[in-house]
């Protein structure tokens, strides 16, 4: 209601009859408004009425309007306290991720960041795939759900000749974890997650409604026994790992534990979770195939993501499924958010088509490796136990440098000009040890050096 409206203006008089009164004071009736101010009896009735459900007069029959107790008053405009009772208590696992997607200020060394340093993306590849991607006909218009046709093959050829699977496109790897938890479970379900694991995994259950189990794992990947045990206590039907590069550990499943894990899938009908997403970042001569190449019954659905090894802006992933599983995460996709951007889409398809693709891919493993071997070398002098110092690809998983509290290293850290990861929010459940996480993603080695100064002298004042 504006204040220049005729109930607008009546309810603007009220209110500083209201500001000047105290609780308990009669406001003039109906009558006396309409000759004060002249104005027609529903005009007064609007604004008092408004006035009354802000809580800031009250009426009593028969005798008048009246100033409300203060206490009465309910949240003036801007005053939105009532959210926090209207929302009640949060489940969106968003705080858990805050300090993932934290942007580091210019000058503080990024030694915390999940994504290759942008000096390696392959810019030109992108460049050329954008300008031939917007050429193409209709790539301004819509797509189907599932993606565009060609994309989804090339994921599928990628898979291999298993069969039985089909292939949905989303804006990355995250998109597709929140997706599959809400399509396939409801609140409240289990689901099982080694431990520790990928935080914005079990940000992405939380956020659905799930309650995260952990599960015992060690430098070969995910326990069978303990899988078994987890899945005896719990009835648990959904499990989430990820048997290649885990993250933050580095692990990759044992060829020996495979079967065990399969085999337990296919004892208690389990749906395997398998994020895949440094799948790019491994050996093409000698890597294992992902658990969905083998699985003529549908147990697994099968993420991977190509924001690591293209770019995080080219958002694209592929979510792999069989049978009605596959048709659940299609039909909660499709009421969610209708198709991913042709555009990204064609440009995503473009750059893994091209001939210059596996060159990137070969350079950037190469690099991240140099960069790696940089990292570890100068971590004992950081006061780190080089015996806990595990990794994979794109981050190095060891305890916190003499014992520190993680959690106060990263802020300390932050302070010297260096970001890293504190590993306690990284577990489903307790948090056995501290550790951290530290990425060579940052820029090329020098940043790398200073970062790890910078790290050793935050070590140094938080021991002193
Ligand atoms: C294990 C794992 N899965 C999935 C993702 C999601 O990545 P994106 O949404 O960029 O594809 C990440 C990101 O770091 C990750 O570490």
Known sequence: MSQDS??????????????RGRPGDRLPSVRELMSQLGVSPTTVRAAVAELIRSGTVETVPGRGTFVAAPSRRRARSGDRAWQTLALGSTITGEDLLAPLRATPTPDTIDLAGGYPHPGLYPDSLITRALRRAVRRP????????????????????????????????TPGGQAALSLIFRSLALTGDTVLMESPTYVGAVGAARAAGLVPVPVPMDDQGVLAEGLAAAVDRTGGRILYIQPRFHNPTGATLAPERRPAVMDLARRHGLIVVEDDWLHDLDDPW??????????????????????????????????SAAGAIFERIRATRSVEDFFVSPIMQETALDV???????????RLRSRLAERQELLRDGLEAIGVDPRSVTGGPLHLWMASPRGLDPDELRVAALRNGVSVVSGT????????????????????????????????????QLSA
């Open 425 to 460: 929010s990284w577990y489903p459940g307790d948090v056995p040890c501290g550790n951290i996480r530290l990425s060579n993603a940052a820029g090329p080695g020098a940043e790398i050096t200073v970062g790890l100064e910078r790290l050793g002298r935050a070590v140094d």
């Open 286 to 319: 000698h890597r294992q195939e992902p658990l969905a190449a083998d699985d003529p019954d549908g147990h697994v659905v099968h993420v991977r993501s190509l924001t690591k090894s293209i770019s995080p802006a080219v958002r694209i992933a592929a979510v």
């Open 6 to 19: 005729a109930p607008g203006r009546v309810r603007a008089h009220l209110e500083t009859l209201v500001a």
């Open 352 to 362: 893994v088509t091209d001939p210059a693709w596996p060159r990137h891919l070969e």
């Open 138 to 169: 209709g790539v301004l218009g819509r797509a189907p759900v599932e993606g565009i046709a060609p994309l989804r093959e090339w994921f599928a050829e990628q898979l291999g000749p298993d069969g039985g699977h089909r292939v949905l496109i």
